[in-house]
């Protein structure tokens, strides 16, 4: 055996005890994200993502699913990737120093509510530890995903899923699993809303029915044709041409949202 092949090997199996370790310790805290992004995300909320390097590729990835789709048809949700705009990162960058580079962004995007999700396979990124004091203070919830504890990320989140590997390729490896597992818990999270939307929708359609006047039994009688293909209509509805659910009171403006310094 050669030792590019024994180095392969070491690689692939670094990442099965990564996976392991996560499928064994993870997955409720995974679901647990993608069941509060499904009742944060309908309703207006936001997701802000950010990373540097491979993390930054993985930001982009995440919000990419969110913004496009996972698997299903279903609507698109508000989801930004902070690298991904790169006339701010050089524009921050050049004007306020490298630290500075997600901070400055997130107090720009980030509202009350929202979800700051920051990856590092460090945890000690001086911009990212910078950006997880700014949205904690502006009143996010901050999520961080790192390698191995402890690290100082783990301390400004409100909550960390740390892979347990010292090497930087698995750990980001492990991560791109676990954003699958986040998109695809938020995608069963919006079905099931989506499927209480129809059959509520149903309700509906089987109450006026039974209200409905002589007259209109009539009329009913006469278009029941045209009553049996518009209810047909109703049950095939894609689920991504539902109505979206609306925030309980208006987001505030730029101009009178208030932060902590």
Do not use: K
């Not at 508000?78 to 960058?93: H, V």
């Amino acid at each position: 055996m050669t030792d590019t092949l024994r180095a392969a090997q070491a690689h692939c199996q670094s990442l099965q005890d990564a996976v392991a370790h996560l499928r064994d310790n993870g997955l409720e805290q995974i679901t647990a994200w993608g069941r509060h992004l499904a009742a944060t995300l309908p309703v207006g909320g936001r997701l802000i993502a950010a990373g540097n390097g491979g993390s930054a590729a993985q930001a982009q990835h995440l919000t990419a699913e969110l913004v496009g789709r996972y698997r299903r048809e279903r609507p698109a949700y508000s989801a930004i990737a902070l690298p991904a705009d790169t006339s701010s990162l050089t524009a921050i960058g050049n004007d306020y120093g490298f630290e500075e580079l997600y901070a400055r962004q997130v107090a720009a995007h980030g509202r009350p509510g929202d979800v700051l999700v920051l990856m590092s396979t460090s945890g000690r990124s001086p911009n990212l530890l910078a950006a997880a004091d700014t949205g904690r203070a502006a009143g996010l919830r901050v999520w961080a995903m790192t390698g191995p504890r402890p690290n100082p990320l783990t301390l400004r989140a409100h909550d960390t899923l740390c892979i347990a590997s010292g090497t930087t390729a698995t750990v980001q490896e492990a991560h791109l699993v676990a954003l699958h597992l986040l998109c695809e818990t938020f995608d069963h999270e919006t079905l099931d809303h989506d499927h209480e939307t129809l059959d509520h929708a149903h309700d509906l359609l089987g109450h006026e029915t039974l209200t409905t006047g002589t007259a209109d039994h009539e009329i009913l009688d006469h278009g029941h044709e045209t009553l049996t293909t518009d209810t047909a209509d109703l049950v095939t509805t894609r689920r991504h041409d539902l109505p979206r659910a609306q925030p309980h009171a208006p987001r505030p403006s730029r101009a009178t949202d208030r932060r902590c310094p």
